[in-house]
């Protein structure tokens, strides 16, 4: 049954570049306790795996170099559906809408943070969330996900599942080596007053099951 899922993964999953909407399978788990997750640096992957059997594999964006994703073994924490950034965002002034840091907010403007949604920390400072997924090391050290994925890793991860993150894994030769990587990271960012708002969240909730039977 892990070799035959396994195998599914290989062929169904994550084999090309993404040429539609992107999306990767996922399955629920038997035993919640066995899940652990693996990052792989060298092949921006990310590996939910239940025990030798993998749950969801996908593509993600890690640190830049001067701002590398930590690596080591963790538990996952703070988990927030609904996460916004405490350090950057934007200015709010009534209409007046302006992307900046929250230490530079302007006496009469609110501060809103960057929305990171399906928020899973795993350091201080440090998690899994929503994102553009870029194909080279972007981000400042958090790990991003899939819009269309971020959601079934949420639900597949609690806190205190196990975290490993290391330059690379056997994994990569098996069920991440020709992983699907997403190409929406080239599309425009939303305008500012929709990336404060409330229905940048709605818009992102996943409808219907998010687990494949198997």
């Known amino acids: 049954m892990v070799i035959s899922l396994a195998v ?4 169904t999953n994550c084999n090309s570049f993404e040429q539609v909407s992107y999306n990767c399978l996922a399955y629920k ?16 992957a990310i590996y939910v795996m239940e025990g030798e059997r993998p749950l969801l594999v996908t593509a993600t964006c890690i ?8 690596v080591g073994t963790y538990t996952a924490f703070n988990k927030l559906p ?16 302006r992307a900046g840091k929250r230490i530079d907010t302007p006496s009469k403007s609110k501060y809103v943070g960057y929305p990171m949604p399906c928020w899973v920390e795993f350091k201080t400072g440090y998690g899994f969330h929503t994102g553009y997924v870029h194909p080279v090391p972007r981000t400042h050290g958090c790990l991003r996900i899939h819009k269309n994925v971020a959601p079934k890793f949420f639900a ?9 993150i290391a330059e690379s894994f056997p994994e990569d030769q098996t069920i991440g080596k020709k992983i699907r990587r997403p190409k929406d990271y080239k599309d425009p960012d939303p305008k500012n007053s929709y ?8 818009d992102l909730e996943l409808k219907g099951s998010l687990f494949e039977e198997g």
């Open 82 to 97: 609904r996460k916004r950034s405490n350090t950057y965002g934007f200015h709010v002034s009534g209409n007046d809408i």
């Open 8 to 11: 599914s993964f290989l062929n």
């Open 63 to 70: 640190g830049r170099q001067d701002t590398p994703t930590p």
């Open 156 to 164: 597949l991860v609690d806190e205190g599942t196990q975290i490993k």
């Open 29 to 44: 788990p038997k035993n919640k306790n066995a899940v652990s997750v693996k990052v792989s640096l060298s092949n921006s």
């Open 195 to 202: 990336m404060v708002s409330k229905k940048y969240f709605d």
